[in-house]
């Protein structure tokens, strides 16, 4: 019997190891993203990479990634992150740029001190703000991280917006990585706004194959002592379709229904199933 936690995390955003960090079919040298993300921006906006624009469908893993980058960004090279998630109908320059300036506010206070900066309400004033990020990032032999999760929900404009600052910030040589996230579609939008596509990288998260979704479930296991019989990996994986996701909700409910085993069997896979199932039609009823 094992008393160890579930290894899976049935929710979005979710980041257990093994899901989040996927090889780029573009990229050259078969790096994950998170590691190529790395070498970019100790590179610097020299690197094509440095800018990204990275798209998927629902439960595919982009906020995961993301955050994982952040994470390795701040540990690794010591950079201020700023993550956003946009919303339906905001307007996203005055929502990112309060929290830009919080984070640059939280890294560099004593470079900032008795400086006056007014509320950001135009995309001249917050490139400003970022030039601005930028130059102490420079001066500290660091960088600034701005994440863009969710940005299929920004209008056209904005979006068009930011593919220009990106070049701007890059022209101008400062540290300053801006990565937008969202649907598929997205992508199709953003090459509609422009030439702008040149300084940013798109990444497309496709489904897991069959060895990484097997990986994805077996690893986490062996690291806790349980093991996933053949016939088990085989239906979850089947069932998950390649959706990281999926795979996260299928392996939790099979281990649960395992009881603290140290075999997850078939019948184990089955009830988890049927247990999802219940509490589907529970929702719709």
């Known amino acids: 019997m094992t008393s160890s936690p579930p290894p899976y995390r049935p929710f979005r ?8 960090d996927r090889e780029d079919p573009d ?33 595919m893993g982009k906020t995961a990634l993301l955050r994982a980058v952040g994470r390795e960004v701040a540990d690794r090279l010591g950079w201020a992150v700023t993550f956003h998630t946009c919303q339906v109908k905001e307007r996203a320059i005055r929502a990112v740029s309060a929290e830009i300036l ?36 420079r001066a500290a032999s660091s960088g600034l991280f701005v994440v863009f999760d969710d940005a299929d929900r920004l209008s056209g ?47 497309s998260l496709a489904r897991l194959d069959g060895g990484e979704a097997r990986e994805a479930l077996v690893v986490p296991a062996v690291d806790r002592g349980v093991e996933l019989r053949e016939e088990a990996l085989e239906l979850l994986c089947w069932r998950a379709d390649g959706i990281p996701l999926e795979l996260q909700r299928l392996g939790f409910a099979a281990w649960s229904a395992a009881g603290g085993a140290d075999v997850v069997t078939a019948a184990d896979a089955m009830a988890g199933l049927d247990v999802l199932r219940e509490g589907a039609r529970a929702r719709a009823s």
């Open 102 to 137: 919080k984070t640059v506010q939280r890294r560099w206070p004593r470079e900032l001190s008795g400086a006056v900066i007014s509320s950001v309400t135009s995309w001249v004033a917050l490139r400003d703000l970022l030039e601005l990020a930028g130059r102490l990032a």
């Open 157 to 203: 404009g904005e979006l068009e917006s930011l593919g220009f600052l990106a070049r701007r910030l890059s022209q101008e040589g400062f540290p300053v990585a801006l990565w937008l996230s969202g649907a598929a579609s997205l992508g199709d939008r953003f090459v509609r706004a422009g030439d702008i596509t040149e300084c940013v990288w798109s990444t």
């Open 13 to 20: 955003g979710a980041d257990p190891p093994h899901f989040v």
């Open 27 to 59: 990229d050259v040298g078969g790096h994950g993203i998170v590691a190529a993300s790395l070498v970019a921006f100790a590179a610097g906006p020299c690197d094509p990479r440095f800018h990204r624009l990275v798209t998927a469908g629902p439960g």
